[in-house]
């Protein structure tokens, strides 16, 4: 998968030589790897100090009296579940958006490298995910030998897609042949941040990709996480933290910001300015999550 990451990145590497509100479900289930209880309720577990800071005008506001969590249905993945959550605050701000993955998501996933379908899990978001963000529903894509190019993203990974074009909108986008237009039709100059190429061609139920030129396995270090955006018939279609498999498994917390365009659509949306994993031990979820949010 994702095989136009050969020639582009395989050419970049020679020419060139960097670089949430965390929530957590009490369970109540026998049963807290593999499932969630109905009975959950959730509450925000701040993951470091600094992300007080992502409430904005509350940002000394206790997590549990200030802010609710609201769920995505729950999805099979792997021996698990996995579902998408949004904090948002009592006055209605968006706070943080992301992934929920029980501990046992993580094993029995397809080990058939061209399974694409069964490697791939689409997750709805809550309605009110959809009205604060420009987000339409989330995707993970599992990568269970990388992709090209050798040495660089050939480590067992997950791509979290956080697609803005509705789901009957990204399936039919076409393998590359067949619509070479639409995957190079890039978006108006100032809807990309800088520093970021587009690769050529692109994937189908994807669209093309864009891909940080200061990321440290484009510059001589080992992939472990990074951020790509998506683009499709000259617009912006998702935003994407790459993680491999030994990142989520570790269980550390990772913070990190991500180079914002100049412009943006569709306006009047929250939108994110860094992603953040971590697990919580208490329930041995782990987490995805984009935050730090700023309306647009």
């Not at 480590?155 to 979290?160: A, E, G, V, Y």
Request: charged share 15%; with cysteine; net charge negative.
């Amino acid at each position: 998968m994702k095989r136009l990451f050969l020639s582009a990145i395989a050419v970049f590497l020679v020419t060139t030589i960097f670089n949430s509100c965390s929530k957590s479900n009490m369970e109540t289930s026998s049963l807290p790897n593999d499932n969630f209880a109905l009975s959950d309720t959730a509450k925000v577990i701040m993951p470091d100090p600094g992300i007080e800071a992502l409430a904005q005008n509350d940002a000394r506001n206790e997590c549990g009296e200030k802010y609710n969590t609201f769920y995505g249905p729950t999805i099979h993945m792997g021996n698990g579940h996995v579902r998408s959550w949004i904090n948002i605050s009592h006055d209605n701000k968006a706070l943080a958006i992301g992934y929920e993955i029980t501990n046992n998501a993580l094993e029995g996933l397809p080990a058939d490298p061209t399974a694409f379908a069964a490697s791939t899990f689409v997750l709805p978001l809550h309605q009110k995910a959809r009205a604060l963000t420009p987000f339409d529903h989330l995707v993970i894509n599992w990568n269970v030998h990388g992709h090209e190019p050798a040495h660089v993203f050939d480590i067992p990974h997950f791509d979290f897609h956080f697609y803005k074009i509705s789901e009957a909108e990204q399936m039919a986008i076409p393998p590359y042949p067949l619509a070479p237009a639409m995957f190079d039709n890039n978006p108006p100059e100032g809807y990309m941040p800088p520093l970021y190429f587009h690769i050529p061609e692109g994937v189908p139920q994807m669209g093309a990709h864009w891909a940080n030129q200061l990321s440290p396995e484009l510059n001589g270090g080992v992939f472990t996480h990074t951020f790509i955006y998506g683009s499709y018939d000259g617009k912006v279609t998702f935003e994407e933290p790459m993680i491999t498999l030994a990142i989520l498994q570790s269980g550390n917390t990772i913070h990190q910001d991500f180079r914002q365009p100049l412009y943006f659509s569709p306006v009047n949306k929250y939108y994110p300015t860094r992603y953040n994993i971590w697990k919580d031990d208490d329930n041995h979820r782990h987490y995805v999550s984009l935050d730090m949010m700023i309306w647009r």
